[in-house]
């Protein structure tokens, strides 16, 4: 199974700040034909079901604010909030889609300092 | 789109559950079921995936053999069925929707969720 590695756990960011999200793959997650990266973003806020924010690596879904942006190719990418809201606070996940099982990050729960 | 789930179970160590998904607002077959579960206060947990359009499956190697997903087309309905239930399966179970039918998509659409608790 490909292991999803995020970075940190939690993270407290002031408001209005940046905020960066790492996450690391076992392997790549690069379909070289396709050149897409299968690699998604979710945010999780409490009581509530996960929501898409980004595919494709960098694809933002249609809604989503474009504060959120991602980033990163093969193993390594990164989730960025380029000014924190207060709605913001979530849990935030990445996940892989090249192979099953699609394996998810542990998680980085994202605060107000 | 929406996809809305039954309701909380409570089941007994070796018990069966069977949890469904109603799906609405799109063409079922056009998109897969994945189902994930989230045991309380921890990550999320890809179980598997089922094809709408032809009943293909994918399961997770940890659940093979207990693990049964199934669709209905005439009534746009998912199903998860998860035997020998242990108290390790006490989670809130997911379905979503790949963007795809092809199992290689992320989930854009999930359901509410459905609450499984195992106990004796």
């Known amino acids: 199974d490909i292991v999803m590695t995020q970075s940190p756990d939690s993270l407290a960011v002031s408001l209005g700040e940046r905020a960066t999200i790492n996450c690391k793959s076992s392997?790549?997650?690069?379909?070289?034909?396709?050149?897409?990266?299968?690699l998604a973003w979710y945010q999780q806020k409490p009581g509530q079901p996960p929501k898409l924010l980004i595919y494709?690596?960098?694809t933002r879904e249609s809604g989503v604010p474009d504060r959120f942006s991602g980033s990163g190719s093969g193993t390594d990418f990164t989730l960025t909030v380029s000014s924190l809201q207060a709605e913001d606070v979530a849990v935030y996940y990445c996940?892989?889609?090249?192979?099953?099982?699609?394996?998810f990050g542990q998680g980085t729960k994202l605060e107000i300092k | 789109v929406q996809l809305v789930q039954s309701g909380a179970e409570v089941k007994k160590p070796g018990a069966s559950v069977k949890v469904s998904c109603k799906a609405s607002?799109?063409?079922?077959?056009?998109?897969?079921i994945t189902w994930v579960r989230q045991a309380p206060g921890h990550g999320l947990e890809w179980m598997g995936w089922?094809?709408?359009?032809?009943?293909?499956?994918n399961y997770a190697q940890r659940f093979q053999g207990r693990v049964t997903m199934t669709t209905d087309t005439s009534t746009n309905t998912a199903y998860l069925e998860l035997g020998s239930l242990t108290s390790d399966d006490s989670a809130l179970y997911y379905c979503?929707?790949?963007?795809?039918?092809?199992?290689?998509?992320?989930?854009?659409?999930w359901g509410q969720g459905t609450l499984v608790t195992v106990s004796s």
């Open positions: 494709w690596a960098s």
């Open positions: 392997q790549s997650v690069l379909y070289s034909s396709h050149n897409k990266n299968y």
């Open positions: 607002g799109y063409i079922f077959s056009s998109s897969g």
């Open positions: 996940q892989q889609y090249y192979t099953v099982p699609n394996t």
């Open positions: 089922i094809s709408t359009y032809n009943g293909n499956t």
């Open positions: 979503a929707r790949g963007k795809n039918n092809y199992g290689d998509s992320p989930c854009d659409h």
